[in-house]
């Protein structure tokens, strides 16, 4: 059983950091394509970074220069660093596991940006 649990949220001022933990079992964790998504109130769920099995990565546009995500496949976790944090960056964030072609999803930790 797939299970990703997420760590780190909570309230900061503009301009602020916070770092994201993700803890993951039940899969062989360096063998999968790990990401972080966001969703706002009225708003979709979007990808915020992505991570493959190899290291490599990739942003949305918003986020990048601000937000790094890395893995430590020996703790089977996946990180989000997130510094220069902006209102806009208000949502609950979501661990992601692509395995075998399904999403497995955390239930989410919210981070609210003061300005």
């Known amino acids: 059983q797939v299970q990703l649990v997420e760590s780190g949220g909570g309230l900061v001022q503009a301009g602020g950091s916070l770092r994201l933990s993700c803890a993951a079992s039940g899969i062989i964790f360096g063998n999968h394509v790990m990401g972080w998504y966001r969703q706002a109130p009225g708003k979709q769920r979007e990808l915020v970074a992505r991570?493959?099995?190899?290291?490599?990565?990739n942003y949305a546009d918003s986020v990048k220069g601000r937000f790094t995500i890395s893995r430590d496949n020996a703790k089977n976790a996946v990180y989000l660093q997130m510094n220069s944090l902006k209102p806009e960056d208000t949502a609950v964030y979501y661990c992601?596991?692509?395995?075998?072609?399904?999403?497995?999803w955390g239930q989410g930790t919210q981070v609210t940006v003061s300005s």
């Open positions: 992601n596991a692509l395995v075998g072609g399904y999403n497995y």
């Open positions: 991570i493959t099995t190899g290291g490599s990565t």
